[in-house]
């Protein structure tokens, strides 16, 4: 069980790929890491069903088997878990605070690995269908559509990344925007639109989802907005690529972030704070996927190992300005 009234070396909040896996490598280092699961134990991968790019299961693995292997070899070399999720962290002195409601937990290293989420279309039944048919990511579920016709909502370039990767396997690909013109970026653009495979349906939405758990998605609802028709639209699949929100609102105002909200890292994991580093897609806009949430874990994992131990050397710069943020919060000279 945790201890609530010690000072932790490390703390991780958030589980998934980054957060097991640096869990993994801090408690490999006798380092005895706490982690805060949050509010979903497991990350996005949860909700998947197959997953068959993440290296080592040439056969694929489901999402949930995945995560609770990663959980149990963190586990297993020493993790103490704590489920629950984090309310407030406080960042202007060290040791570092953080709070679960009333429960106070102080750290010398932070590892943040809260994710980001998907922006959905806010439909029904779009979350019992995801993993059966609505997908947010392209690259994960893309070669399940081979011969098949997929939708693909959104105008800008994370969408027409995503429609431009699903022709290479889908018969069809139709994209369904809210305008009459797409936001990505002209060369995007012009890749998209030029694709023999790639149809468009402009200043329309989608309304509905038509499917079950049991057979999954056999179509959309489509609303053509200047004049309110609706039509169903048969498909086997809907990518929904209106894009993701860091889930970084905890550490707003503490930490560097960029124009979209997340986190800012350099030298690797590293953020603005001494001793506080960020992994996974709360600081990845670009690649959002397991392996790669994984490997930035494993980084954060070793960074922080290194910062505690050049926690105590005086000719430390990076601990000389730490040193200096805690006399100023002291307000000393």
């Not at 640096?22 to 805060?36: E, H, K, Q």
């Not at 699961?37 to 996005?44: R, V, Y």
């Not at 960020?278 to 397991?290: E, I, K, L, T």
Request: charged share 20%; aromatic share 8%.
């Amino acid at each position: 069980m945790p201890v609530r009234d010690k000072i932790h070396d490390q703390i991780i909040i958030g589980s998934g790929p980054a957060g097991y896996t640096a869990a993994i490598y801090t408690a490999r280092s006798n380092c005895c890491p706490l982690l805060i699961c949050g509010m979903e134990p497991g990350g996005q991968l949860t909700g998947t069903t197959l997953v068959e790019n993440f290296p080592g299961f040439p056969d694929g693995v489901d999402g949930p088997e995945l995560m609770e292997a990663m959980r149990r070899q963190a586990e297993k070399f020493g993790t103490v878990f704590v489920n629950g999720e984090v309310t407030r962290v406080e960042l202007s002195s060290h040791p570092y605070s953080l709070w679960l409601g009333e429960e106070h937990y102080r750290c010398r290293s932070l590892i943040i690995c809260t994710g980001a989420s998907p922006r959905l279309l806010g439909l029904p039944n779009e979350k019992e269908l995801y993993g059966r048919g609505v997908s947010v990511c392209a690259t994960c579920d893309g070669f399940f559509y081979r011969g098949k016709e997929v939708v693909v909502v959104g105008g800008g370039d994370t969408a027409m990344e995503d429609a431009l990767f699903l022709a290479r396997f889908a018969k069809k690909v139709t994209v369904v925007h809210r305008r009459n013109a797409l936001r990505a970026s002209p060369p995007m653009q012009q890749r998209a639109l030029e694709n023999a495979r790639i149809q468009f349906v402009w200043d329309t939405v989608v309304n509905g989802i038509l499917g079950d758990r049991d057979k999954g998605v056999h179509g959309a609802r489509l609303q053509h907005l200047p004049t309110g028709k609706e039509e169903d639209f048969p498909c086997d699949g809907i990518f929904i690529a209106i894009g993701h929100v860091p889930n970084t609102a905890l550490v707003k105002g503490q930490l560097d972030l960029d124009d979209w909200g997340y986190i800012l890292t350099r030298n690797g994991t590293e953020t603005n704070l001494p001793g506080v580093f960020a992994a996974g897609d709360v600081q990845d806009p670009f690649f959002r996927q397991a392996i790669s949430a994984a490997g930035s874990g494993c980084m954060a994992a070793m960074q922080s190992q290194r910062f505690l131990e050049c926690l105590e050397d005086a000719d430390c710069r990076k601990c000389q300005a730490l040193q200096k943020r805690q006399l100023m919060a002291k307000g000393g000279d």
